[in-house]
Structures are given as structure tokens and as C-alpha cells.
């Protein structure tokens, strides 16, 4: 049943989006955005004054302050991540797995990607031993690496690096003289905020950390693009940001007026912004809770998830399942579970991982309702994981994984 892409659509453009918080569009930021449609415009290159005010805001609340000559907007984080790749030259490095968009950008400039393993207790962030390793054997063999791309709250794995791990990976990156960009994109998405030790790079590194945020994944709708990224103190950083600005003019990557309104609304956070996504990260964190108690129950693997709207599961157990439906690597689970679960479930190899192991991201979105009614239904409602269309919903995620578990015992159990 392999199918390696849809007819017409190569590996980058069928690259799996951010996931979706699958809730109702806030009425303010909504007016912000009419408030602005009349301007046609845009944003200087690098963001207006508003919003790059309202961005440094944000990040001084989270003890990263920051002046407006060290930030720049872009819509989209792809665009500011593919401008500092251009600006900083070399080989880039990256942990596997990681999100998705990252590395197509590398490729575009024809750079090289190196994978390193992450530790077993979370992804995102490299373990510091592989990643010194990794740097030598490059080296030895000819090669320039000079950037480290990670993600202490991580897409796919919707783990949460611990401070000690993220000590020492930075340490071993400052050691090797590599330029750190930091996604911090899901930050604001933690399962238990009060109980999470968050530890951002920039902190540890002031000179030599990039901090990027796509403000479409915890603030607004995939359809309006904007990201903000915060460069180091310095010269250093000076240098990186008037770089980006020039990569950023040559691409014309502008925000639209009405988006950069939004944005800077979302960025200022008032009330109605910071109680939905409290609201959304406490809904995603009961129903990844369940998904993950349904998966891991039918003998599959997966992190607790700690963050964001995702689970990221390893169903090698389950291989003797799986083979029963003609499944046999990455590809073709992403095929087998989009079919089966009804939503997209995107393969590990979209992450690069391994094509050969059977891993696949599953969203919490698709679980909170088929219609804009069931979706605000689940927002309000004080037992979501009781209201019959979510139930249904587990129900059939849980039934699938259940019925690839009965069927490897079946195959295990047989007589050869």
C-alpha cells in the first residue's frame, strides 16, 4: 500500500503543518484584525514599531528582555529560520526527530543536516554527548557546522527538556563554537505550568542564542502568518539581525497591516488571550492524556505528553499488527492511520526519523469536535473527556490501536 506522495506533491510541500489548537477564533483578536483590514499595506521589513514593542514585552514577562534593535518579525518562523540559516553559512545540526519545517529550509540553501539522538527521557534536545560526537566526526570528515537548531518544548515529541539536559547541551554547543536558534514556539502550551522547570537557552547564552516564536502555534490561526525572533546581545547579534533584515528584503517577506495588528494584540497578552491559552493548554493536556493512555494500552510507546496539542508514539510493538495490513515503515503507517482515524497522523519520517520505524505524531484537534458547535462545547465544558463526541472520538482512536494489538497477539500466539 505505499504511496510515497500524493500525485503533484513532493516531501516539502506535503510537510505537516503546525497543529492546530481546533478552537474558536477569539473575538478580539478578530478585531484587531478588522480594525486594520483597510490598510493595504505592510510592516517594514523586520516588523513596525507596535509590533516589535509588544514582542519584547512578551519576552521580558518570561525574564528575556530584550530591546527592539535585538528583534524582527517575518510572517511565518520558516522565513526568519531560512534567513539566519543563509546568514550564519555552514552545516546545520538538529535533533531526531524535530519539527518538520525545519530542515526543507537547510535543503533549499543546499546545506547539509546532521541528526543527533536525543536523550530518552524527552526530544527536542540533543543529548550534549552525541552532540559533541557529532560535531568531531563532521569535522573530520570536511564539514563546516555551525548551527544548532532545537526546541526546549518540542515538536513532535510534546516533551519538556529539563534544565540539567538543557545546561549541559548548550554547554557542549558553546564549547564547539556553534550558533544556537532556539523554537520556542510552544512554550506558552505546557501541560502544568506550575510544575514545569522551563529553561530557554538564551538565558544560559545571552551572546549565542536565536530565539524564534511562530505565534501560529499558541496564538493565532494557521492562516495568518507571523513570527517574532529575538537575537543575541552584542555585536554578534547586531551583525545576525542586519543580516536577517537584508535575506528578509531580498524574499519581500513583509507581515500584512491587518496580520501584525493581530499579532501585536496577541503578543500584549491581555486577559482574553492568557485565559484562552490557559483554557486550550489545560483541554489539550486532559485529552493527550487520554490518547496517550489509550495508545500506550494497546502496547505501543510513547513519552508523557508535556506540552502542546500532539503525542508522538512509537508502534514497533505492534509491528506483527501492522504487517497484517501490508505496514511495514513510516510511510505507510501515516497512510494506514490517516485512513483509519479519519485526520492526518503524519508519519516519523516527516520528523526525521527512520523510514524503517513505525512512528507517527497524533493530534488532539481532530478530537474536540467535527463542528465549530462541538469544538466551543469542549472549550466551556468542565468534563470534556464526558461529552459524547470526544468520547466517540477516543473511542475509535482506542478501538484502532486495540484492534492492531489483538491482532499481534493473534500473530504471536499462532502455531509457524
Do not use: K, N
Not at 199 to 205: Q, R
Amino acid at each position: 500500500m505505499r504511496r510515497t506522495y500524493p500525485e503533484g506533491h513532493g516531501p516539502v510541500r506535503y510537510g505537516p503543518p503546525l497543529p492546530d489548537h481546533g478552537l474558536p477564533l477569539l473575538p478580539g483578536l478578530s478585531a484587531a484584525l478588522a480594525a486594520s483590514a483597510d490598510r493595504a499595506g505592510a510592516e517594514p521589513v523586520g516588523g513596525g514599531h507596535e509590533l516589535l514593542d509588544a514582542a519584547c514585552g512578551y519576552w521580558a514577562r518570561r525574564g528575556l528582555p530584550a530591546d527592539q534593535d535585538r528583534v524582527a518579525a517575518a510572517p511565518g518562523a520558516p522565513a526568519l529560520l531560512l534567513a539566519v540559516t543563509a546568514v550564519l553559512g555552514g552545516d546545520v545540526l538538529a535533533p531526531r526527530p524535530s519539527a518538520a519545517w525545519w530542515e526543507p529550509l537547510a535543503r533549499l540553501l543546499g546545506r547539509p543536516v546532521f541528526r543527533v539522538p536525543t536523550p530518552a527521557e524527552c526530544g527536542g534536545v540533543p543529548d550534549p554527548y552525541a552532540l559533541l560526537e557529532t560535531v568531531r566526526r563532521v569535522r573530520a570528515e570536511g564539514g563546516d557546522p555551525r548551527l544548532l537548531v532545537l526546541s526546549v518544548v518540542d515538536d513532535p515529541t510534546a516533551t519538556v527538556a529539563p534544565p540539567e539536559l538543557v545546561h549541559e547541551t548548550v554547554e557542549a554547543a558553546a564549547g564547539e563554537g556553534l550558533h544556537l536558534v532556539s523554537d520556542e514556539t510552544w512554550r506558552d502550551t505546557l501541560h502544568q505550568p506550575l510544575g514545569t522547570v522551563l529553561l530557554s537557552p538564551a538565558e544560559m547564552l545571552p551572546d549565542g542564542v536565536t530565539v524564534l516564536s511562530d505565534l501560529c502555534g499558541p496564538f493565532l490561526p494557521p492562516g495568518w502568518p507571523a513570527a517574532v525572533a529575538r537575537f543575541p546581545a552584542g555585536p554578534t547579534g547586531a551583525a545576525l539581525r542586519a543580516g536577517v533584515l537584508d535575506v528578509l528584503t531580498a524574499l519581500g517577506a513583509r507581515l500584512a497591516d491587518p496580520v501584525a495588528a493581530a499579532a501585536a494584540y496577541a503578543l500584549d497578552e491581555p486577559e482574553e488571550i492568557t485565559g484562552r491559552l490557559t483554557t486550550a493548554a489545560r483541554l489539550h493536556a486532559r485529552v493527550a492524556a487520554a490518547l496517550h493512555h489509550a495508545v500506550v494500552a494497546a502496547g505501543a510507546l510513547a513519552r508523557p505528553p508535556g506540552a502542546g496539542r500532539h503525542l508522538y508514539a512509537d508502534l514497533g510493538p505492534l509491528h506483527p499488527g501492522l504487517a497484517a495490513h501490508g505496514v511495514g515503515d513510516a510511510q505507510e503507517l501515516e497512510d494506514f492511520l490517516t485512513d483509519r482515524l479519519g485526520h492526518p497522523a503524519p508519519g516519523g519520517h516527516r520528523f526525521g526519523d527512520d523510514l524503517a520505524a513505525l512512528r507517527v505524531r497524533l493530534s488532539t484537534a481532530p478530537l474536540l469536535g467535527a463542528t465549530a458547535r462541538e469544538r466551543a462545547l469542549t472549550l466551556a465544558s468542565p468534563e470534556p473527556l464526558q461529552l459524547p463526541h470526544v468520547r466517540e472520538a477516543l473511542a475509535r482512536v482506542g478501538g484502532a490501536f486495540d484492534d492492531l494489538r489483538d491482532e499481534a497477539r493473534r500473530r504471536r500466539e499462532s502455531p509457524r
